[in-house]
């Protein structure tokens, strides 16, 4: 990709799947560091863990409300 993100931030709320999951992704692969915050733990660490894989900057949060 082109890095138009590069040296950004991003939160991605509901980045454990679906929609959230793919733009997590892709921000990451554009080079920001992304923040993944939703309520299931599970695939949350797995989209960060995808990122991390992928040579991108990712951490999760779970959401506990």
């Given amino acids: 990709m082109t890095g138009r993100l590069q040296n950004v931030a991003a939160v991605v709320t509901g980045?454990?799947?679906?929609?959230g999951r793919a733009t997590a992704r892709l921000f990451?692969?554009?080079?920001a560091k992304v923040y993944i915050v939703d309520t299931k733990a599970q695939e949350g660490m797995e989209t960060?863990?995808?990122?991390?894989?992928?040579?991108?900057s990712?951490?999760?949060?779970?959401d506990t409300r």
């Fill in 15 to 19: 980045g454990a799947g679906g929609i």
């Fill in 58 to 62: 990712a951490v999760f949060s779970q």
């Fill in 48 to 56: 960060a863990a995808l990122i991390s894989e992928a040579g991108g």
């Fill in 28 to 31: 990451a692969l554009e080079g």
